[in-house]
């Protein structure tokens, strides 16, 4: 390798390049998050009850892709959304229909078809996204969830003619692997998490995130330097709908086994909302820490008067969670409006300079 004569060991300044001998900041990345992804996939099961996969993780993973959807929406390209927990009901219905009507089917098949209907549906519910924004778009897909779940309460066809409107499903079978214990749905709920992670994450540094985001900060502008509204705005609709309808399918199948219509409810789409508020919305890793942190929340305040010898009832423990959850969003709009993702980066930004302050 040649280098200027002054400046022997200024990299900036080198003539010809040849591979680093150690691994650059993304390759570091890459490494650090490999390693990561195999201990979550094979050490975590070894030593997690299955108290901590079915009540703790299985249900953070599945809506860490709920939010990855609403994310997508919300704070990619600036469409406000009230109403995805009930695309994540026409994902669950979905699947329920195929696997039962077509029972031959693979259970990949059957999430991709409740994937497709869910993003169907939240086209149609879309379109008003074309004319309207803000808090009138947030109440066009309120509708959405009241007509929804109006629809799969009455329309008994969804529920195979069930008298009290509740269905079942059976374990998964994926090519002879049964999918029954804590630990498999564990695993396969996380497979899949990593795959929609990284399709949304080339999603918006490509040309329709870009556009998405273009059209979230300037819709006159973007139209002017030639991003179409009609085909961001829907086409970010479609691919929110499809995540929080493979997440529909995965919460009735892996995390629940059996739900009525009242399981994707309102107050569903409100955690999902509060999710990437209190996570970050415009990041991926918010969806991670928003899903974490609202699913462990309720936990903690339930557990933590015991802890301290303080017993408490259960309404009291109920109205404590409704308090603490509507004080930290006001918290988190005020004082960190881009969530626990801006706090990360600035973490990681401290231990970067420390013990300098430079």
């Given at each position: 390798?040649?280098?200027?004569?002054?400046?022997?060991?200024?990299?900036?300044?080198?003539?010809?390049?040849?591979?680093?001998?150690?691994?650059?900041?993304?390759?570091?990345?890459?490494?650090?998050?490999?390693?990561?992804?195999?201990?979550?996939?094979?050490?975590?099961?070894?030593?997690?009850?299955?108290?901590?996969?079915?009540?703790?993780?299985?249900p953070?993973?599945?809506?860490?892709?709920?939010?990855?959807?609403?994310?997508?929406?919300?704070?990619?390209?600036?469409?406000?959304?009230?109403?995805?927990?009930?695309?994540m009901?026409?994902?669950?219905?979905?699947?329920?229909?195929?696997?039962?009507?077509?029972?031959?089917?693979?259970?990949?098949?059957?999430?991709?078809?409740?994937?497709?209907?869910?993003?169907?549906v939240?086209?149609?519910?879309?379109?008003?996204?074309?004319?309207?924004?803000?808090?009138?778009?947030?109440v066009?897909?309120?509708?959405?969830?009241?007509?929804?779940?109006?629809?799969?309460?009455?329309?008994r066809?969804?529920?195979?003619?069930?008298?009290?409107?509740?269905?079942?499903?059976?374990?998964?079978?994926?090519?002879?692997?049964?999918?029954?214990?804590?630990?498999?749905?564990?695993?396969?709920?996380l497979?899949?998490?990593?795959?929609?992670?990284?399709?949304?994450?080339?999603?918006?540094?490509?040309?329709?995130?870009?556009?998405?985001?273009?059209?979230?900060?300037?819709?006159?502008?973007?139209?002017?330097?030639?991003?179409?509204?009609?085909?961001?705005?829907?086409?970010?609709?479609?691919?929110?709908?499809?995540?929080?309808?493979?997440?529909?399918?995965?919460?009735?199948?892996?995390?629940?086994?059996?739900?009525e219509?009242?399981?994707f409810?309102?107050?569903?789409?409100?955690?999902l909302?509060?999710?990437?508020?209190?996570?970050?919305?415009?990041?991926?890793?918010?969806?991670?820490?928003?899903?974490?942190?609202?699913?462990?929340?309720?936990?903690?305040?339930?557990?933590?008067?015991?802890?301290?010898?303080?017993?408490?009832?259960?309404?009291?423990?109920?109205?404590?969670?409704?308090?603490?959850?509507?004080?930290?969003?006001?918290?988190?709009?005020?004082?960190?409006?881009?969530?626990?993702?801006?706090l990360?980066?600035?973490?990681?930004?401290?231990?970067?300079?420390?013990?300098?302050?430079?």
């Amino acid at each position: 390798m040649l280098y200027p004569k002054l400046y022997p060991r200024n990299r900036a300044l080198e003539s010809r390049y040849r591979p680093e001998p150690w691994l650059s900041p993304a390759s570091r990345r890459w490494t650090s998050s490999l390693g990561l992804a195999l201990f979550a996939f094979l050490g975590v099961p070894l030593w997690a009850g299955d108290y901590l996969l079915l009540s703790l993780l299985i249900p953070v993973l599945i809506l860490t892709i709920a939010a990855l959807g609403l994310n997508l929406l919300v704070g990619y390209s600036g469409q406000l959304s009230l109403g995805h927990a009930a695309f994540m009901a026409v994902g669950a219905y979905t699947a329920y229909n195929l696997a039962l009507r077509a029972p031959a089917l693979n259970f990949l098949i059957v999430l991709l078809g409740a994937g497709l209907s869910a993003a169907a549906v939240g086209v149609v519910f879309g379109t008003p996204s074309l004319k309207i924004k803000g808090l009138y778009l947030a109440v066009a897909t309120l509708a959405a969830q009241f007509f929804l779940d109006w629809v799969f309460a009455r329309v008994r066809w969804f529920s195979n003619y069930s008298n009290s409107g509740s269905v079942s499903v059976e374990a998964i079978d994926l090519w002879g692997w049964t999918i029954d214990t804590p630990s498999d749905r564990y695993q396969f709920a996380l497979a899949l998490l990593a795959l929609l992670t990284i399709g949304a994450n080339n999603l918006v540094r490509g040309h329709l995130g870009r556009a998405w985001m273009a059209i979230r900060d300037q819709e006159v502008a973007a139209e002017v330097i030639g991003i179409r509204p009609v085909h961001a705005k829907l086409t970010a609709f479609a691919v929110s709908s499809f995540y929080c309808g493979v997440a529909g399918a995965l919460w009735g199948f892996v995390h629940l086994g059996a739900w009525e219509p009242l399981a994707f409810n309102l107050n569903l789409s409100l955690n999902l909302l509060f999710m990437i508020i209190i996570g970050g919305m415009g990041s991926i890793l918010g969806a991670y820490l928003g899903a974490a942190f609202i699913v462990i929340l309720p936990i903690a305040l339930n557990r933590l008067p015991v802890w301290f010898g303080v017993p408490i009832s259960t309404a009291t423990a109920s109205h404590l969670e409704v308090m603490t959850f509507g004080s930290l969003i006001v918290l988190f709009l005020i004082l960190q409006p881009h969530g626990l993702a801006r706090l990360c980066a600035l973490g990681r930004e401290k231990l970067r300079s420390w013990p300098f302050a430079y």
